[in-house]
């Protein structure tokens, strides 16, 4: 698979509730590409009427034939979320086609690696604008409908930034860790009005906005050091998270996150990075030891 497809294997993640999501309807914001367009694809295997978007027509017209080609009904309608105006217009466009919106992903986002100091206050504010107040401002405008039907699933993507600091990506990290307070005050604010907002972190995946960042660099080579499972992960790999949060199952669940990353956050010390010196240690100490 290369980076930036969806999963290979595209079916029931859940085999014993293959459609565990029929009846519904998702708005996949960053649907097009990568992560969103991952998640878009699984929501639409687990039975979902799906619409995937982004900013380019062209990318939202192939994200559409290819992630709701069982779909009867569909749209293909691009969104800037830098725009109230524009996603407001993919709100009234899919509830003239679908009637009812019930899940809500936000996974549109911009990546910027630059040295802190030469960062200008308008990439700072093109990346603010677009993973954080696009975020805010897709929830805000959907959330009315979810609100009023008194039932609804919102997944924020926040990334590892949202709690360590990325090097040489602080607009990012700033933005991402604005993406999981976002997630805990909506989500309070919704929990008793039938919304659920969680967020879901992903580990790192490459995808096109971070392979020319990762692809045979040192960074990558700190990532997989740093990453208890020595890899970076599959598309399909966010799926099942992402359908748990977009299911009747999370009922309980808002504010919260889950982190899908290999052990990145979980690890201090990770324990033989560079594979074999530490198990000639331990060869060498058992064979003291006997
Ligand atoms: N890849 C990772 O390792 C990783 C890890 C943690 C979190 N994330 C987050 O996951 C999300 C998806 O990233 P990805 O890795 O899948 O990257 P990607 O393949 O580059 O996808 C980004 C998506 O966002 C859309 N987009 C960008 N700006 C937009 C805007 N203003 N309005 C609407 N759509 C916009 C893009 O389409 P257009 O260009 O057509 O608008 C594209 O569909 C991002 O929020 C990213 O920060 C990624």
């Known amino acids: 698979m290369t980076a930036g497809t969806p999963p290979a294997a595209r079916g029931a993640v859940f085999p014993d509730r293959p459609d565990v999501l029929r009846g519904r309807v998702a708005v996949v914001i960053g649907g097009t590409s990568g992560i969103g367009r991952a998640i878009a694809a699984g929501l639409a295997d687990a039975g979902a009427e799906v619409v995937p ?34 996603i407001d217009r993919l709100r009234d466009g899919v509830l003239a086609t679908f009637g009812r919106v019930d899940i809500l992903v936000n996974a549109a986002g911009i990546h910027l690696r630059q040295e802190s100091l030469s960062v200008s206050l308008a990439q700072w504010n093109e990346v ?4 954080l107040s696009g975020t805010f401002l897709a929830c805000q405008s959907f959330a009315p ?31 991402k860790a604005g993406v999981l307070a976002l997630t805990r005050c909506l ?7 039938g919304v659920c907002v969680n967020a879901l972190v992903p580990g790192v995946f490459v995808t ?23 890899r970076t992960g599959r598309l399909s790999e966010l799926v099942g998270a992402a359908l748990f949060l977009a299911s009747e199952s999370a009922s309980f669940m808002t504010g919260q996150t889950i982190v899908v990353d290999g052990g990145f956050l979980a690890a201090g010390i990770t324990g033989n990075p560079y594979g074999a010196p530490d198990n000639d240690a331990r060869a060498a100490d058992e064979e003291a030891r006997e």
């Open 128 to 131: 603010l604008a677009i993973n």
């Open 187 to 193: 989500g309070a604010e919704w929990a008793a009005r």
């Open 53 to 86: 978007t982004s900013r380019r027509d062209e990318a939202v017209r192939a994200a559409v034939q290819e992630v709701c080609a069982s779909q009867t009904r569909r749209l293909s309608q691009a969104v800037d979320v830098a725009s109230r105006d524009s």
């Open 208 to 230: 096109p906005i971070n392979r020319r960042l990762l692809e045979g660099t040192p960074r990558l080579q700190e990532i997989l050091l740093r990453t208890p499972m020595r």
């Open 145 to 175: 409908h979810l609100l009023d039907r008194g039932w609804g699933r919102i997944i924020n993507i926040a990334s590892l930034g949202s709690y360590v600091g990325l090097y040489e990506a602080t607009a990012y990290s700033v933005s």
